[in-house]
């Protein structure tokens, strides 16, 4: 049943029992503590900037061009823009 809904729920079942109904809650707890970036919370320009390459990178048309030459495009335009 791996993989299956019904599956999933035997196995949260299964955990709950062996570890306690908190389990989960104290698995998200102690991950938001790991946390020491901020992530792009702390930084919006970063964002738009990231955003900004990705969109300039990504394509959807297969062959049009390699993704390291769209790549050294995104590099160039943004080299020469200041966001």
């Keep these: 049943m791996t993989g299956t809904r019904k599956g999933g729920l035997k196995?949260?079942?299964?955990i709950k029992e062996r570890y306690g109904k908190d389990?989960?809650?104290?698995?998200g707890r102690k991950g938001g503590q790991n946390g020491n970036t901020g992530g792009f919370f702390d930084n919006?320009?970063?964002?738009?900037k990231a955003g900004r390459k990705g969109g300039l990178v990504s394509?959807?048309?297969?062959?049009?061009?390699?993704?390291r030459a769209r790549r050294a495009r995104?590099?160039?335009?943004?080299?020469?823009?200041?966001?």
């Design 11 to 14: 196995t949260a079942k299964t």
């Design 44 to 48: 919006p320009e970063l964002a738009k």
């Design 59 to 67: 394509s959807r048309a297969k062959n049009k061009k390699s993704y």
């Design 74 to 83: 995104a590099e160039r335009i943004l080299a020469t823009e200041e966001l």
């Design 23 to 27: 389990f989960y809650r104290e698995m």
